[in-house]
């Protein structure tokens, strides 16, 4: 079979309707495997010829690492699928993780794409071992460790944890895996060093040897001085407990910082997806408040009721995460149903009068502009957006526009009529 016939070349809103009208039960789910695949090209056009014809939907990642899915099954073919990912050796027995919300609208198509890694995660694997990972823990440990002081850290994205997050976890503010992990180690870096000058004053036994590699938090591909991983005195350690969204990210976040030294690296096992099955299952208390993000249509899952997030562009208690709809833009961001109304569901005054033109002036304007499709850039700094929406709203009261740009488009537009 010609492989380039093997993907999907039909616009979304056909595949919206396809998808409406097929009326069958779909069930939402995740796995990965870090597991080393030789023939990725070949496994690829296997996996994707196999899954079509079971009428799986979603975006799955090969590597020569292994394999990153989130799917999307008619749940009558599930024992199908199951069969099929058994009777592959590689991905024998893979647990996967049942989303909790599901509408069966979470993908659209399916894609198979072959990749360098199945995170993007910037890290340089050969500085470190990736396979001395931390702890495993389930729901129930979690919680207990959570109550018995364990330092709990946010491994995902700053917009991530802007809709939801554990109790008094530590999130990062970068918007990278890699920018994360530079920030978490600075942080425990700083922990760790706060302690010595405690003990310091305390007694002058203690030496001076920290768990920073090269005295570096911030380098983190820099090669250690000593070939072996730094080990330092346990009674410094904070324990630590890593999460993310289906714990795939702190299989490596967890192997790095035992690599800085940390000995006490515990991680949930399955993610908050697999928490929240579990929380449900079991009736335990769920220390994971709001919402979970996920890289699906949904764009997140509710867990609890709590709203722990702020509407970025109002500031009131809000966890409503959106798309900019200008399509250039297509910005993430925290937003209130009135902010939703008052920007037209833009992100600013200057996103929302290009959505407000008519059809036609939108695609003159958007001419030789590039459309962002991703998903996964957001809005960093809401202040500077506060800002700037006060700005704009200024200029608007003065000149009436924001893009004095379109009245050329215009003039265009009506000399071509
Ligand atoms: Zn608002
Ligand atoms: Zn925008």
């Given at each position: ?9 039909l ?88 989303a ?121 591909n ?54 929240a ?7 335990l ?14 764009l ?21 995460i959106?798309?900019?709809?200008e ?17 037209a ?40 957006l ?24 215009n ?7």
């Open positions: 079979m010609d492989p380039h016939r093997l993907r999907n070349l616009h979304p809103d056909l595949l919206r309707k396809r998808l409406e009208h097929e009326g069958k039960p779909r069930t939402t789910l995740s796995f990965y495997r870090y597991v080393r695949l030789e023939e990725v090209e070949g496994m690829r056009h296997a996996l994707y010829a196999e899954w079509q014809a079971l009428g799986v939907l979603g975006r799955v990642y090969l590597a020569p690492e292994g394999i990153n899915a989130q799917v999307s099954i008619p749940t009558d073919t599930l024992d199908r699928f199951r069969s099929a990912l058994d009777a592959r050796p590689e991905f024998r027995a893979v647990p996967w993780k049942i909790v919300e599901d509408d069966g609208r979470s993908f659209l198509k399916l894609m198979v794409k072959v990749k360098r890694k199945i995170v993007a995660d910037g890290l340089a694997d050969d500085a470190f071992d990736v396979s001395n990972v931390g702890a495993h823990l389930d729901a129930e440990t979690f919680n207990r460790k959570m109550e018995e002081g364990a330092l709990v850290i946010d491994m995902r994205n700053n917009y991530e944890c802007a809709i939801g997050h554990f109790e008094g976890a530590y999130l990062p503010k970068a918007d990278t895996f890699r920018g994360a992990i530079e920030e978490v180690v600075g942080m425990l870096g700083e922990r760790v060093r706060g302690c010595e000058g405690e003990k310091k004053r305390e007694s002058e036994e203690v030496n001076g040897e920290w768990p920073l590699v090269n005295g570096n938090a911030t380098n983190v820099a090669q250690p001085a000593i070939k072996q991983s730094v080990t330092h005195s346990t009674t410094q350690q904070p324990e630590i407990l890593l999460y993310c969204t289906g714990g795939i990210r702190c299989e490596k976040a967890s192997a790095f910082l035992k690599h800085h030294g940390y000995t006490n690296v515990n991680q949930l096992h399955g993610g908050i997806i697999d928490y099955r579990q929380v449900k299952a079991q009736g208390k769920s220390k994971y408040l709001g919402q979970n993000f996920v890289f699906d249509e949904r997140a899952e509710r867990i609890t009721d709590d709203v722990v997030g702020t509407c970025m562009q109002c500031g009131t208690p809000c966890d409503r959106s798309n900019c709809h399509a250039t833009c297509n910005m993430l961001l925290v937003q209130c149903h009135a902010c939703a109304e008052k920007y569901d833009c992100c600013s005054p200057s996103c929302r009068e290009i959505h407000q033109l008519p059809m036609e002036a939108q695609r003159a304007w958007r001419k030789g502009r590039n459309t962002r499709s991703t998903k996964t850039k957001a809005i960093r700094d809401p202040e500077g506060r800002r700037r929406i006060r700005e704009e709203e200024e200029l608007i009261a003065l000149h009436g526009t924001l893009h004095p740009e379109l009245t050329s488009i003039r265009k537009e009506e000399a071509s009529a």
